[in-house]
Structures are given as C-alpha cells and as structure tokens.
C-alpha cells in the first residue's frame, strides 16, 4: 500500500471531530455561572468550618435575647456582639440605647445586617464590621456578647482577661468561661447567659 493511500485511509477512520452546538454551548455555560455562583455564595459559610474554631451561624432563640436584654438592665455604654451573625442581637441592644456593634465573618450576614439595621432606623447607632473576632481589638466597648462553642472559650477568656478594659461586662451565651466566676446566671439549658465582670 503506497504511502498516499495509508494517508488516505487513516483521515477516512479517523473519528470525527466533536462539536458542540448552541444550546449545548448555552448549557455549558449556565451550568458553569451556577456553579461558580453557589460557591460564591456558600463559601463564607462552609469557610469557618475549617478554621481552628468553628463558630457556626446559629440564629439567636428569642428566649436567649430575653436573656441577654434581662443580663443588660442597668447596664449602658458600648456594646460588642463577637459573631454577630444576622445581626439581631446589635439591633435589639440599640433599641434600648446602647451603641452597639458588630463583628462577622461571613460578609453576606454583615450586607444583611446592616441592611435590617437601615430598615430598623437604627444604621445611627449601630456598626457592622467583617472582620476575624480574633484579631478584632475589642479594648474600648462596655459590654461583650458571645455565643461561642465549648472549644473556643477557653481562648476567648484569655481574650478577654488581656483586651477588655476594667469592669467591662462579658455575657456568655450557651458556654460559660472555663476559668472565671460569672456574678449572674441567667436561664437555663442552651438558653444560659453567663455575666461576667472583667477586673
């Protein structure tokens, strides 16, 4: 067989070349934007997971806001929610006059609490920050709010003992500090607030 003919023949069973056709190229590409968008949108919250500390978005039961407003009374000042979340427990703490503050993660919760904050009438007297609650300063704020998980208070105490100014409130939420003697307890079960005063 001459050389013409094998070239021949190899192009004649050669597969043929695949193409894709419009739509199939549409698809492909709706397919791709979704998946890049749902990554996007999931990453803030799946991202905390794999961190040394998980701290979970779990919204606040309105028996633990009860709680917290009850460990409040009397108190004034600058207030600090550590994982402030959806933003709630900045909100409510402003609408009996403290100036209130929040530091979150996950920025789709920040967009969204200072969204709920704007409706609220409230954007004047409260802040939003996306920042890592560890590497926040939180020397200047009156009062503390956190709704850790066990693993992380430990840390979180030591936190505390070294940032927080003198008589600085910290309310605990779900877990106490390990090493500190809280002066109040209020509630019970998973709705506890544990009030600490920092010396």
Same mark, same amino acid.
């Not at 192009?11 to 890049?36: D, M, N, R, Y």
């Given at each position: =067989?001459?050389?013409?003919?094998?070239?021949?023949?190899?192009?004649?069973?050669?597969?043929?070349?695949?193409?894709?056709?419009?739509?199939?190229?549409?698809?492909?590409?709706?397919?791709?934007?979704?998946?890049? *968008?749902?990554?996007?949108?999931?990453?803030?919250?799946?991202?905390?997971?794999?961190?040394?500390?998980?701290?979970?978005?779990?919204?606040?039961?309105?028996?633990?806001?009860?709680?917290?407003?009850?460990?409040?009374?009397?108190?004034?000042? @600058?207030?600090?929610?550590?994982?402030?979340?959806?933003?709630?427990?900045?909100?409510?703490?402003?609408?009996?006059?403290?100036?209130?503050?929040?530091?979150?993660?996950?920025?789709?919760?920040?967009?969204?609490?200072?969204?709920?904050?704007?409706?609220?009438?409230?954007?004047?007297?409260?802040?939003?920050?996306?920042?890592?609650?560890?590497?926040?300063?939180?020397?200047?704020?009156?009062?503390?709010?956190?709704?850790?998980?066990?693993?992380? =208070?430990?840390?979180?105490?030591?936190?505390?003992?070294?940032?927080?100014?003198?008589?600085?409130?910290?309310?605990?939420?779900?877990?106490?500090?390990?090493? =500190?003697?809280?002066?109040?307890?209020? *509630?019970?079960?998973?709705? @506890?607030?544990?009030?600490?005063?920092?010396?």
């Amino acid at each position: =067989m001459s050389e013409v003919e094998i070239l021949q023949l190899e192009s004649t069973t050669s597969k043929p070349k695949f193409h894709l056709s419009h739509l199939g190229k549409v698809l492909v590409g709706l397919t791709g934007g979704v998946a890049i *968008g749902l990554t996007v949108i999931c990453a803030p919250f799946v991202s905390p997971a794999l961190r040394k500390f998980c701290l979970p978005y779990i919204p606040a039961t309105n028996d633990q806001l009860v709680n917290i407003l009850s460990a409040l009374r009397g108190k004034s000042g @600058t207030l600090l929610d550590l994982g402030s979340g959806d933003g709630r427990i900045v909100i409510e703490t402003a609408k009996h006059n403290f100036v209130s503050h929040g530091v979150e993660l996950n920025p789709w919760l920040v967009m969204y609490s200072k969204i709920h904050a704007l409706k609220s009438g409230l954007s004047n007297k409260t802040k939003f920050f996306q920042k890592d609650l560890w590497k926040y300063n939180i020397a200047s704020y009156d009062n503390i709010v956190i709704f850790g998980v066990e693993q992380m =208070m430990n840390e979180l105490e030591k936190k505390f003992l070294r940032e927080c100014k003198p008589e600085c409130n910290v309310l605990a939420c779900r877990f106490p500090l390990p090493n =500190m003697t809280p002066i109040k307890t209020i *509630g019970h079960g998973i709705d @506890t607030v544990w009030v600490y005063k920092v010396k």
